[in-house]
């Protein structure tokens, strides 16, 4: 793909070094994410229901390539398909059925809010909302899945219809480097669970739902949206983290590239009632996961990405279990076996 073509949204910056690291990110770097096939996968704990065809297994029965079950032969069915062992066994004419392979579409939430546009350790929250988003996209893409998507940027709300071709996910990719640029268009933000209202006609029943935010505005109507979509799909939460989220500094010196701002020495119970209002809103969205059994992934801004990646998708984490099973967060793993 030629340099033209890739940077292309934003005329002015004509190659990687223009984009402010950890910051701002490149619609180049993120069609780097896509990885090699079958070095990642994207699991599921359900069955895709949809109608329409693809390649994971689906809750019904019909033409496929893996056996099910065997039941007794009624007319019509295929002479080719008669099962002569449990025929001979029974002394009754039995059919085999195939599992049906159907589509799974996969869904993202993407938050790239003013809330998001933050860092100070190695990348800004957004930056690495991004970069996984790109390659969950792409390894959905890869895996024969339609991939759609709901992003909350500075400036509102931006809606993607799911689609199977490379076009879609590169128009999806477009938009998100576009978000992540500190010149990008500001406005009226949308909530957290607005955004959830949004997808509950959009998404179908045996879909797959991830959500990358830090959730911060995670209250009660968010829990009652997403206790909705779980009942129809899949949901993963991915929660991004910066060291500041849960502890002030006494003192020091924060700074967004060109202006600084000089923090003086905070008193102790106040950074101690910070880092207890953190504690608690996090123990809180952990609990509401182990309930609900949605997987809740976290990660930090100085976490590296690729070790993130391989350990969540990477072929040996499932151990051959689902996806949704093998993924909880350690530390609600353990609440939910001491409840």
């Not at 295929?78 to 029974?90: G, H, L, M, P, Y």
């Not at 869904?107 to 957004?126: I, N, Q, T």
């Not at 000089?262 to 119970?269: D, F, N, V």
Request: hydrophobic fraction near 35%; proline fraction near 2%.
């Amino acid at each position: 793909m030629k340099q033209a073509q890739i940077t292309g949204f934003n005329a002015h910056k004509h190659n990687d070094d223009a984009y402010l690291q950890g910051i701002e990110v490149s619609k180049k770097q993120l069609i780097s994410k896509r990885v090699a096939r079958n070095s990642l996968l994207i699991g599921n704990s359900r069955k895709a229901q949809t109608q329409q065809w693809g390649v994971n297994q689906s809750v019904f029965l019909g033409q496929g390539m893996e056996f099910a079950e065997s039941r007794i032969y009624h007319p019509g069915d295929d002479v080719k398909n008669i099962d002569w062992c449990v025929s001979a066994r029974t002394g009754k004419v039995h059919t085999k059925l195939f599992q049906a392979e159907r589509e799974r579409p996969v869904y993202l939430l993407l938050d790239l809010r003013k809330m998001m546009h933050f860092g100070s350790k190695v990348r800004f929250k957004s930056h690495m909302a991004a970069h996984l988003a790109a390659t969950i996209a792409w390894l959905s893409h890869d895996a024969g899945d339609r991939v759609g998507a709901i992003m909350l940027t500075r400036n509102g709300l931006e809606h993607f219809e799911s689609g199977r071709t490379r076009q879609s996910v590169l128009r999806f990719i477009d938009a998100v480097a576009k978000a992540t640029l500190m010149n990008a268009e500001q406005g009226t933000e949308c909530s957290l669970s607005d955004a959830l209202k949004r997808l509950r006609p959009m998404c179908r029943t045996g879909s797959s739902l991830f959500i990358l935010s830090d959730f911060h505005d995670f209250d009660d109507d968010v829990q009652k949206q997403l206790q909705y979509l779980n009942r129809k799909m899949q949901v993963t939460n991915i929660k991004i983290n910066d060291p500041l989220d849960s502890l002030l500094p006494s003192a020091g010196r924060i700074s967004n590239g060109e202006k600084a701002l000089y923090l003086e020495r905070s008193k102790q119970g106040f950074i101690d009632q910070y880092q207890l209002n953190y504690q608690l809103a996090e123990a809180k969205l952990k609990r509401f996961c182990v309930r609900q059994h949605q997987p809740l992934l976290l990660v930090q801004t100085s976490d590296c990405e690729e070790a993130f990646i391989r350990k969540v998708f990477g072929r040996h984490a499932f151990g051959g279990s689902s996806f949704g099973r093998s993924s909880f967060d350690n530390n609600a793993g353990q609440q939910k076996r001491g409840a």
